[in-house]
């Protein structure tokens, strides 16, 4: 009996020990992101890694959008600014074809749309913040500017002389050679070929037709004396006054007074197909029309010149201000993340 008692206790013992669940360490719990980051993947690691790596893009600030509206502004002047071009263009074609007169007819044209396309693509590079095409229009510009430029130069350059001269008793006057630039002067009349060409144009137009159904109003010679007479008029449809023609009708002349007096005295003739277009007189007749087509068109492309010029300073000052406010930007942004 007493040891059946003294057993109880260690059987107890034994069964209780059993029934304990054994005894490991106390551990931390992980947190969220260690769980989240356990069960990840590399490829979702990698991702994730790249996401907090790169700082999303900083926001365009309101000096950026100013900039970009004064540019698109300055880009809409310029477009504008190159209607006189391409309006000066096509009137000098119109004018050279009516005239039978071509010196430089289609390269103001040319160049008058390609300043309005190239504007055009700057205003909507502006408009719609394309970096690329806004550095793509400023460099075309600067080229066609350049070549507008040279187009003048070249203009007035060729230009600066005239050959018109005024006749005692005539509101009109007349014409030499002599008067006009070496290069103009072999342009037109030391070509035999062309000046064949312009005398068939002539002679087909009706410049000195014109002459001939106004002959009503001219009466007395001395109305036509004082009319108002054009360079090709003025030098191929009458003979010149130092010839000492008697006056019939504009395009009908007689008894030359003075024949020795002019080489073109003898080159006159009251053929309407003839009239004076063989005479130097006009060829220096052509040559006035050229100079005073090209003196009008010079008025209208220096002004249109002059604008595009300071337009284009200030969009270039504009341009490269808003590239400056946005390398300031992404700096600011990359040092405060």
Known sequence: ??????????????????RSPPHHPTKKPKSSHSQSLAHS????????????????????PAAMAVSNNI?????????????????????????????????????????????LLVALAGFVGAYWNRQGLLAAYL??????????????????????????????????????LEGFSGWLRGYVAGDPRRWEGIRACLAASDTCKKLTMETAFFIAPEQFYQSDLSPVQSGCCKPPTACGYAYVSPTVWASPANPAADADCGAWSNDPRQL??????????????????????????????????????????????????????????????
């Open 1 to 18: 009996a007493l040891k059946v008692q003294n057993n109880t206790p260690e059987i107890c013992t034994r069964g209780q020990q059993e």
């Open 41 to 60: 993947t590399p490829r979702t690691l990698t991702l994730a890694r790249s996401v907090r790596l790169r700082p999303a893009s900083p926001p365009a």
């Open 71 to 115: 540019t698109a502004c300055l880009n809409f002047l310029a477009l504008i600014c190159t209607i006189p071009v391409v309006a000066t263009g096509l009137w000098f074609a119109s004018k050279q074809g009516a005239e039978c007169a071509r010196l430089a007819r289609w390269p103001v044209a040319i160049l008058g749309v390609l300043l």
């Open 139 to 176: 460099f075309a510009m600067a080229a066609l500017i350049t070549l507008l430029l040279a187009l003048l130069v070249f203009a007035f350059a060729v230009t600066h002389g005239s050959g018109a001269y005024d006749v005692p008793g005539r509101a009109y006057r007349e014409y030499r």
């Open 276 to 337: 004076c277009y063989w005479c130097e007189s006009c060829k220096a007749g052509m040559l006035g029309t050229l100079r005073d087509q090209w003196r009008r068109a010079n008025v209208a492309l220096v002004a249109a010149t002059v604008a595009l010029l300071v337009v284009y300073v200030i969009g270039c000052s504009a341009f490269k201000n808003a590239q400056t406010e946005d390398l300031f930007r992404r700096y600011k942004w990359s040092n405060n993340t």
